[in-house]
């Protein structure tokens, strides 16, 4: 069983900073791409972010040059660094790994989400 804990939310004021992280833990092989979505009120989940076991990376336009997504793959452990946050960053931001359980058994994982805020 494989499990995604995600830390880092909190309240903060826009044009301020937050640092999520996500770490997994269980049994499993590896972690192939790990990613974060989010979230807002009365709205679809979205992609914020992904990155591949290598460092390969893509954004949403929404947060380029905002956030950056990272992982220390010996910690099993991804990480989100947003900067310059607004208040329509507001949501609960997910985490999302492929995970391999076995052979040719991926596993895809989602966290229970760390809620983030923006606001004066």
């Known amino acids: 069983q494989v499990q995604l804990v995600e830390s880092g939310g909190g309240l903060v004021q826009p044009g301020g900073s937050l640092r999520l992280s996500c770490a997994a833990s269980?049994?499993?092989?590896?972690?192939?791409?790990m990613g974060w979505y989010r979230q807002a009120p009365g709205k679809q989940r979205e992609l914020v972010t992904t990155?591949?076991?290598?460092?390969?990376?893509i954004y949403a336009d929404f947060v380029k040059g905002r956030f950056t997504v990272s992982r220390d793959n010996a910690k099993n452990t991804l990480y989100l660094q947003m900067n310059s946050l607004k208040p329509e960053d507001t949501a609960v931001y997910y985490c999302n790994a492929h995970v391999i359980t076995g052979r040719q058994v991926v596993v895809n994982a989602w966290g229970k989400g760390t809620l983030v805020t923006v606001s004066s």
């Open positions: 990155i591949t076991s290598g460092g390969n990376t």
């Open positions: 269980g049994r499993f092989f590896s972690i192939d791409d």
